[in-house]
């Protein structure tokens, strides 16, 4: 099993109503198509870092969704939307292989 975390900080503190927004939108669409059972939240302490992660059963598995992601027209308007939101440079994204 692998897991697949995504990290992000918000431009600004400002910011962070939106992008916890933003977050909610983009795990409901991301579940309802892809069926990826996403979950989000935020760091409570420190800098402000939005987290997102899914697991699936092989890196192959999740290739395939990245492939559906990168045609997804709706997915892609919706970063671009929230795309000033972000700290630039602050997306961070990494596979997890898991040991159970």
């Keep these: 099993m692998y897991r697949f975390v995504r990290t992000a900080r918000p431009r600004t503190a400002a910011n962070v109503p939106a992008t916890l927004q933003f977050s909610a939108q983009v795990t409901e669409h991301l579940n309802r198509t892809y069926g990826l059972n996403m979950k989000a939240g935020i760091e409570l302490f420190g800098k402000s870092r939005l987290h ?17 992601l990168m045609a997804d ?3 892609q308007e919706l ?16 596979v997890i292989s898991l040991l159970e």
């Design 52 to 68: 997102w992660h899914y697991e699936a059963p092989s890196i192959d598995e999740m290739t395939a969704i990245n492939r559906k």
């Design 73 to 75: 027209h709706a997915y």
């Design 79 to 94: 970063l671009e939307r929230h795309n000033h939101l972000w700290l630039e440079g602050s997306m961070k994204d990494q």
